[in-house]
Structure formats: structure tokens, C-alpha cells
């Protein structure tokens, strides 16, 4: 539903309990069924609910690691995942989760195999999500990637 999976989705889904799951899932309209939400109120409520995470937590106690390797473009709660159509990219860390997510769209966006993916992440408007954390404050979508196997 999110178009990827990345430190946002993480956060906000992988956090919530299960009626927060379904309060996020469906856009805020219910606590005892993930379907029938809107799907931009869907990406919203990703974003704030991952903006309450990093407030309760405190920003300076969090950092935000991405793997990109054996990209699918299965969530990864699909009990029988398509096989990977992008493979090793590398690993991407930032104090900042919608600068970190940003720097894996964008270099998924140029990957080998991404066709699928970008596909899916246009299809379900996955950047609005991006865009509603960069507006409520949760961090910035500009970014300076560091390679640390060049330094």
C-alpha cells in the first residue's frame, strides 16, 4: 500500500499496535479494519504516526538505517514475496528517516531491475508520504550522501 518500504513505513507501521495498525491503514476512520481508508489519508497517517514516534522517542535517540539489498516489490508482511528484481545497493544511515528514504528512491530510481518498483511506487503515490514528513516537520527530503567506501 505504501508504494516501498522504508525507515517511514517502518517506524509508523512497525511500531503501532495492532488498532494502530488499522488506525493507520485506513486512513484514521477505523481501529478494527485495516481496508476501506483512503489511500493518500493512508500515507498521511504514515507520516504523522512516524512523526509521533521520533517526538515520544526524541529525535537526538534515533537513527535510521535502510538496507537496500534483495528489493521486492512485495511488502514484506506478503507471506510469499515475489523474488527481488534489484539487488545490492548498499546501506543508508541518517538522523534524518525522510532524508534516508529519499536517498533510497532515488537510488533505486537509477537501479538495474527498478521498472517494477518505480511502477508501483508511482501507482500508489509512495513520494506523497515523503512530502507529508517533510511538511509536519519530520525531517527534509535534501540530503548530501557520503559514500564511506570512498573516505
Known sequence: ?????GAIKNISIGLASRRGKMWIHSGGT????????????????MADAAKSV????????IAFINVLNRISIDCDCNGNPAEPDIHDIGILASVD??????AGIDMV???DGNE????????????????SAAAI?????????IDLDQE
Not at 508511482?122 to 512530502?131: A, D, S, W
Open 109 to 111: 530510481s537509477v537501479a
Open 97 to 102: 528517516p525522510v532524508a534516508v528514504d529519499q
Open 54 to 61: 521520533v517526538d515520544h522517542l526524541g529525535r537526538e535517540n
Open 1 to 5: 500500500m505504501a508504494g516501498y518500504g
Open 137 to 145: 516537520g519530520l525531517g527534509n527530503r535534501e540530503y548530501e550522501l
Open 116 to 131: 517494477t518498483l518505480m511502477q508501483r511506487i508511482e501507482q500508489q503515490h509512495g513520494l506523497r508520504t515523503l512530502e
Open 30 to 45: 477505523s481501529m478494527t479494519s485495516m481496508w476501506g481508508g483512503e489511500q493518500i489519508a493512508f500515507l498521511d497517517a
